[in-house]
């Protein structure tokens, strides 16, 4: 019995042991097993890491990753990634190199992708929009970085997988873009909101008849109901300025199903725009007319045709390189002309902001003054883009332009000015600008010095020629005027990318002293004449007023330049 005994107990432990080993094989490939799906990721292996699959066929759980680096990555490194891991795909290549590029799925797999929620494509392309709008918010990229931005259709953002985003166009079915369209059919034909410029842009059937003053949009005979629309517009602009708007054509913008006959076809948009107001004052020319004309016009790359109402043949003549930089096409004299001419795309009027800027924020592209002047100093082939320091070409003093005037704000000791600033040690130029200057040989001159001062007005709008660094002072003149005076100058300067300076005279410097007693009110409380308008601020403080510069007291910002220059 013993020995039977000891025989089932061999065989029982021999079967304990062989359970045994068998759970510690399967507890040990649960482990492998768990080991593997932490560290590796399995999911990654769907895909080849190195191409790129639609956002509406990743996996969930690279989704999510892609949102998580998307939000992560909006360090400076990430948003300045827009030539390098940003990367900007052409239309046609776009779809080819994504399916190149995607690997195949197996159908379970098809079944697996396609039952995705729409939400979480719809979170991605929301988070491409948001950092978008982030780079904006930054301020304007190089010139470079911005025509890429002009050419964007697809980005691929910098993610495990590289995923194609498509854009709102790109990624929306056939009825979501009847949906976009009839968006954009129902919009009105203008936006009166602008406080400065009011601007109408349409596209389609568009027959623009000169002689009636007249730009109608063509309604698709089909279209129901009738948009019935209709808007006078004064393309100048100073909204708002009864006085200067009296002598500018209006035109009638309109909606109808009944239109001229064609006689002219063009294959590019039409821009419309007014030229008299208050055009002929340097400052003018360049904050009504020719910073708006940019603005709207230079994203067409000189494709753009112009029709002018109230022609100034002269005016053209003066700026002719400019308008030769912005159209490829003759200037059409809009009160003169008896044709019936068709576009498919036309705006009426020119974007306009404050006074000489661009709003980045607003403008088409988001052009910025840092553009403009780029684009004043090439179209007049101006040498120099920026300024250099000082140290770096040996025994070089710096260039020091004064703009003079004739008539009014002169200054009163011009000499002793020159003098104390050829001292300091400042190349001295002295130059007057008005209606018959030279605009080539005054933005050269402008363009080879280093600093530009000056009184208040138009003169020193000559500043859209300087190199980007350079220096701008401006005089204000008496009469509590600084905050016109940064609004007209010294803003602007800032966002060209120059470096501005702001000296208000004292009461001693004024010429105002020889006309009112020390005690007078314009001089106790200048700020009390400005509630009689600008055109009583205008005769009293700057048509009647000259300036004698105290060197003395004005030398410290001669000095601060000269430092400012040698950074």
């Given at each position: 019995?013993?020995?039977?005994?000891?025989?089932?107990?061999?065989?029982?432990?021999?079967?304990?042991?062989?359970?045994?080993?068998?759970?510690?094989?399967?507890?040990?490939?649960f482990l492998v097993t768990l080991t593997f799906v932490v560290v590796?990721?399995?999911?990654?292996?769907?895909?080849?890491?190195?191409?790129?699959?639609?956002?509406?066929?990743?996996?969930?759980?690279?989704?999510?990753?892609?949102?998580?680096?998307?939000?992560?990555?909006?360090?400076?490194?990430?948003?300045?990634?827009?030539?390098?891991?940003?990367?900007?795909?052409?239309?046609?290549?776009?779809?080819?190199?994504?399916?190149?590029?995607?690997?195949?799925?197996?159908?379970?797999?098809?079944?697996?992708?396609?039952?995705?929620?729409?939400?979480?494509?719809?979170?991605?392309?929301?988070?491409?929009?948001?950092?978008?709008?982030?780079?904006?918010?930054?301020?304007?990229?190089?010139?470079?970085?911005?025509?890429?931005?002009?050419?964007?259709?697809?980005?691929?953002?910098?993610?495990?997988?590289?995923?194609?985003?498509?854009?709102?166009?790109?990624?929306?079915?056939?009825?979501?873009?009847?949906?976009?369209?009839?968006?954009?059919?129902?919009?009105?034909?203008?936006?009166?909101?602008?406080?400065?410029?009011?601007?109408?842009?349409?596209?389609?059937?568009?027959?623009?008849?000169?002689?009636?003053?007249?730009?109608?949009?063509?309604?698709?005979?089909?279209?129901?109901?009738?948009?019935?629309?209709?808007?006078?517009?004064?393309?100048?602009?100073?909204?708002?300025?009864?006085?200067?708007?009296?002598?500018?054509?209006?035109?009638?913008?309109?909606?109808?199903?009944?239109?001229?006959?064609?006689?002219?076809?063009?294959?590019?948009?039409?821009?419309?725009?007014?030229?008299?107001?208050?055009?002929?004052?340097?400052?003018?020319?360049?904050?009504?007319?020719?910073?708006?004309?940019?603005?709207?016009?230079?994203?067409?790359?000189?494709?753009?045709?112009?029709?002018?109402?109230?022609?100034?043949?002269?005016?053209?003549?003066?700026?002719?390189?400019?308008?030769?930089?912005?159209?490829?096409?003759?200037?059409?004299?809009?009160?003169?002309?008896?044709?019936?001419?068709?576009?498919?795309?036309?705006?009426?009027?020119?974007?306009?902001?404050?006074?000489?800027?661009?709003?980045?924020?607003?403008?088409?592209?988001?052009?910025?003054?840092?553009?403009?002047?780029?684009?004043?100093?090439?179209?007049?082939?101006?040498?120099?883009?920026?300024?250099?320091?000082?140290?770096?070409?040996?025994?070089?003093?710096?260039?020091?332009?004064?703009?003079?005037?004739?008539?009014?704000?002169?200054?009163?000791?011009?000499?002793?000015?020159?003098?104390?600033?050829?001292?300091?040690?400042?190349?001295?130029?002295?130059?007057?600008?008005?209606?018959?200057?030279?605009?080539?040989?005054?933005?050269?001159?402008?363009?080879?010095?280093?600093?530009?001062?000056?009184?208040?007005?138009?003169?020193?709008?000559?500043?859209?020629?300087?190199?980007?660094?350079?220096?701008?002072?401006?005089?204000?003149p008496w009469g509590a005027l600084d905050g016109i005076c940064r609004?007209?100058?010294?803003?602007?300067?800032?966002?060209?990318?120059?470096?501005?300076?702001?000296?208000?005279?004292?009461?001693?410097?004024?010429?105002?002293?020889?006309?009112?007693?020390?005690?007078?009110?314009?001089?106790?409380?200048?700020?009390?004449?400005?509630?009689?308008?600008?055109?009583?601020?205008?005769?009293?403080?700057?048509?009647?007023?000259?300036?004698?510069?105290?060197?003395?007291?004005?030398?410290?910002?001669?000095?601060?330049?000269?430092?400012?220059?040698?950074?």
């Amino acid at each position: 019995m013993k020995a039977v005994e000891r025989a089932k107990l061999v065989r029982s432990l021999r079967h304990e042991s062989r359970r045994l080993r068998l759970l510690v094989l399967v507890i040990g490939f649960f482990l492998v097993t768990l080991t593997f799906v932490v560290v590796s990721k399995p999911d990654a292996l769907l895909f080849n890491l190195n191409g790129r699959l639609l956002v509406d066929q990743a996996p969930r759980s690279l989704l999510i990753r892609q949102r998580v680096d998307a939000h992560d990555g909006r360090s400076a490194d990430t948003l300045a990634s827009a030539s390098g891991d940003l990367k900007v795909v052409d239309d046609d290549t776009a779809g080819e190199e994504a399916s190149t590029n995607a690997i195949g799925t197996s159908g379970e797999e098809e079944r697996v992708l396609a039952s995705e929620p729409e939400q979480s494509k719809r979170a991605v392309e929301a988070t491409t929009s948001e950092i978008l709008g982030g780079e904006h918010d930054e301020g304007r990229k190089s010139q470079q970085e911005g025509e890429k931005e002009h050419q964007q259709h697809k980005l691929t953002l910098p993610t495990v997988s590289n995923y194609t985003i498509h854009d709102a166009t790109d990624g929306t079915d056939n009825g979501n873009r009847d949906a976009l369209d009839n968006v954009e059919r129902d919009k009105p034909l203008c936006d009166f909101s602008n406080f400065r410029a009011n601007t109408c842009e349409m596209r389609g059937n568009i027959r623009i008849h000169p002689n009636g003053s007249s730009v109608i949009y063509v309604e698709p005979t089909s279209s129901s109901p009738k948009r019935n629309e209709q808007w006078k517009i004064k393309p100048y602009p100073r909204k708002g300025d009864e006085l200067c708007l009296n002598h500018i054509t209006e035109v009638t913008v309109k909606s109808s199903k009944v239109a001229p006959e064609c006689s002219k076809y063009h294959h590019v948009p039409a821009v419309i725009f007014a030229l008299t107001g208050y055009t002929g004052n340097l400052f003018h020319d360049f904050t009504d007319v020719l910073v708006p004309l940019f603005t709207t016009a230079s994203e067409f790359n000189g494709e753009v045709q112009f029709l002018i109402t109230d022609m100034a043949i002269w005016w053209t003549r003066k700026y002719a390189v400019v308008f030769e930089k912005l159209t490829k096409y003759p200037l059409i004299d809009f009160n003169k002309d008896n044709e019936v001419h068709c576009f498919k795309h036309a705006i009426v009027g020119l974007h306009a902001y404050m006074e000489f800027t661009i709003d980045p924020l607003k403008a088409p592209h988001n052009y910025s003054m840092v553009d403009f002047n780029r684009f004043m100093r090439r179209t007049y082939s101006l040498p120099r883009d920026a300024v250099t320091a000082l140290g770096e070409i040996p025994k070089t003093r710096p260039r020091l332009l004064i703009i003079s005037r004739q008539r009014t704000r002169m200054f009163l000791n011009l000499k002793e000015i020159v003098a104390m600033a050829d001292e300091i040690g400042y190349d001295v130029v002295v130059e007057e600008a008005n209606v018959n200057s030279n605009v080539t040989h005054f933005a050269k001159v402008v363009n080879s010095v280093d600093v530009m001062m000056g009184v208040h007005g138009a003169g020193l709008t000559n500043c859209v020629f300087l190199p980007h660094d350079a220096i701008l002072i401006q005089i204000v003149p008496w009469g509590a005027l600084d905050g016109i005076c940064r609004i007209d100058f010294g803003y602007p300067a800032e966002q060209m990318g120059l470096r501005y300076k702001h000296y208000s005279i004292g009461v001693h410097e004024s010429s105002l002293t020889e006309q009112y007693p020390l005690d007078h009110e314009i001089f106790r409380n200048p700020l009390a004449f400005h509630k009689n308008g600008f055109e009583f601020v205008r005769q009293t403080f700057m048509d009647t007023q000259n300036v004698r510069l105290d060197c003395n007291r004005f030398r410290p910002i001669l000095l601060e330049a000269l430092d400012q220059l040698n950074q």
